[in-house]
């Protein structure tokens, strides 16, 4: 018996070691421990909540019956809606954070060469999904903003030890302007369905750049 509660106590257990790092790695942004804690449960619950910015009424031509087509083999337009939202924990806390660290740790120049790096990045690596959104490789805008902010160093435009905080702020403003907002018109194009700025796809990716870049400290 206690041997299968182990089995299913690894997964909750994995799960807790994998919080603790990630609250230990955005303590190292300048947060303290408790407050990345907080910060962190914040971004987890946040990505629950997805707070609507625009309705758009969508018209599609397909062929619907009624109870007179057998008669008028006449089909309506099927007219359906289309909201594109803000997701709390994937693109809002981030970007507040970002703004944050933005004005009290990082030098505007090198935030700003990094996080045009990381953009461009997320415009090419990006692609509309429909039925989910934007999805792009979780991986790929940590690692290019680490790189970039590893960059800025190595080219003496930033300060040792600011490489951190660059990166949080490339990483996460840089994906939300490559992937979401570049991407707007493709959103557009996806049809009638809920599409979730900073959720989905990219929720993960920038949740990623938080605890990549605080091993860059």
Request: charged residues 5%.
């Amino acid at each position: 018996m206690p041997f299968f509660l182990l089995i299913l106590l690894i997964p909750l257990l994995l799960m807790l070691l994998f919080y603790n790092v990630a609250a230990f790695s955005f303590a190292r942004l300048g947060l303290s421990y408790n407050g990345a804690f907080l910060f962190l449960t914040a971004c987890v619950l946040g990505s629950l909540i997805n707070i609507p910015l625009s309705r758009r009424r969508t018209v599609t031509r397909g062929r619907k019956a009624t109870p007179f087509s057998f008669l008028f083999f006449y089909y309506p337009p099927v007219v359906q809606e289309q909201m594109i939202c803000v997701n709390v924990g994937g693109a809002g806390l981030p970007a507040l954070f970002s703004i944050y660290l933005l004005i009290t740790r990082v030098p505007l120049l090198p935030t700003l060469i990094a996080m045009l790096l990381v953009t461009i990045v997320a415009k090419l690596m990006a692609r509309p999904q429909p039925g989910v959104g934007i999805v792009m490789p979780a991986f790929i805008p940590p690692l290019v903003a680490a790189a970039a902010a590893l960059l800025m160093e190595m080219t003496g435009l930033a300060y040792p030890g600011q490489a951190a905080s660059i990166a949080y702020v490339a990483g996460t403003i840089g994906t939300l302007v490559g992937a979401d907002l570049l991407n707007w018109r493709a959103i557009q194009n996806l049809g009638p369905q809920m599409v979730s700025i900073g959720g989905a796809g990219v929720f993960d990716g920038i949740f990623l750049v938080g605890i990549i870049a605080a091993f860059l400290g």
